[in-house]
């Protein structure tokens, strides 16, 4: 299945819906994050699943799109209504190959191609380069990219229990993934420009700033959990008192 969160994206999700849907996914649900415009009602129209979420934020928007899935669903991808995520052919056996390898989580990463590349915003280079620079600081895991179009087995996804609802949704997923072990794979992928309207993110000042704002501090509160974590590991524990030699009770 596929989950596209989505604001204001009247203009393009019709497309991207019906692309997906041409890829033959299953079921494609569209997540309608208070949007004033008909974005719901045409994704609808193009054969989506709509659903609404009120609360404002790309990781509110993508946990709503993964409630109450049916029991056949065992991957879910995640892709931008805007039209930049499209997996061509090309792309498609590539992710196939890594399920097929063994990979739980696979990444569309957008910097290895040139054209790609390229066509990313002077803030989404940058965004990208500190957050991949501050996981693998931190965990020794060095991405790519914070990729937006990604899948990710179902089982897998559960396990991780992700509690973000801001703009600290991938790099909880990816931080989370680590520490658990998950096979990751990333697979450079065509990032095409947005086919209608603004970035939420990167469009504007305020989006940028609450993007970075919510990764910082994504990216700051796994830190001291991991932090915790290693004092509690080191932490000697109490050794027990022996039992006492005739009631074999200890005190």
């Known amino acids: 299945m596929v989950v596209i969160p989505a604001l204001n994206e009247q203009a393009c999700v019709a497309s991207t819906v019906g692309e997906w849907r041409a ?3 299953g079921l494609v649900r569209v997540v309608d994050n208070g949007s004033t415009d008909a974005t719901g009602a045409i994704a609808a129209a193009a ?3 709509v659903v609404l979420e009120p609360l404002r934020g790309y990781g509110a928007a993508a946990w709503s799109g993964t409630q109450s899935l049916p029991d056949r669903i065992e991957w879910i991808i995640f892709s931008s209504a805007d039209g930049s995520d499209r997996l061509d052919d090309g792309a498609a056996e590539a992710f196939q190959r890594a399920i097929d390898d063994g990979a739980e989580l696979i990444l569309g990463e957008r910097v290895t191609l040139v054209a790609s590349r390229a066509r990313l915003t002077p803030t989404q280079r940058f965004g990208n380069a500190l957050a991949c620079a501050l996981i693998a600081l931190g965990w020794g895991r060095r991405f790519r990219d914070m990729a937006s179009l990604r899948a990710i087995r179902r089982s897998t996804f559960e396990e991780l229990r992700l509690a973000d609802r801001a703009f600290g949704w991938n790099v909880e997923m990816q931080v989370r993934a680590v520490e658990r072990g998950v096979r990751i794979a990333e697979v450079p992928v065509q990032f095409h420009p947005r086919r209608a309207g603004e970035s939420k993110i990167s469009g504007n000042l ?4 609450r993007a970075g704002w919510g990764i910082l501090a994504m ?3 796994l830190q001291l959990e ?3 974590r290693q004092r509690e590991d080191a932490t000697p524990r109490g050794i027990p008192a022996p039992a ?4 074999g009770c200890r005190p």
């Open 23 to 25: 890829h033959g996914a």
């Open 47 to 49: 054969g989506a699943e």
């Open 206 to 209: 305020r989006g940028i700033a």
């Open 219 to 221: 990216v700051g509160r």
């Open 226 to 228: 991991r932090a915790r």
């Open 244 to 247: 006492d030699p005739l009631t």
